[in-house]
């Protein structure tokens, strides 16, 4: 068997060839969790692109959905809103309406 001379590339904007990414982290620094107030918040570079991004929820709940007009998590949307509501639902039935919010760093 012969291996495949071709490697997966994208275009970006620029018209340049690069090496595909899967994931390339825009924030910096861990998120801040407020479990009480059931709300996280993620910092990015203000030069960041919130236009074509996505949202990498960790979690340990059974479930996750979003909530109203908030995008599926992990995929590429446009997350210029900054603020964005998702359903976790605990394998015991418990649910948490989380609030994630995007914030630009100082």
């Known amino acids: 068997m012969q291996a495949d001379e071709h490697e997966l590339q994208e275009f970006y904007e620029n018209g340049e060839l690069t090496p595909a990414r899967r994931r390339l982290i825009i924030s910096t620094g861990n998120a801040v969790i407020e479990d009480e107030n059931f709300t996280a918040t993620v910092t990015v570079p203000a030069s960041a692109d919130l236009t074509r991004a996505g949202i990498i929820i960790n979690h340990q709940s059974m479930r996750v959905e979003p909530v109203g007009f908030s ?19 605990s394998a015991d039935g418990t649910t948490h309406d989380w609030v994630i919010r995007i914030v630009e760093e100082e």
């Open 71 to 89: 995008p599926v998590a992990g995929i590429i949307t446009d997350l210029s809103d900054r603020e964005f509501i998702y359903k976790l639902v």
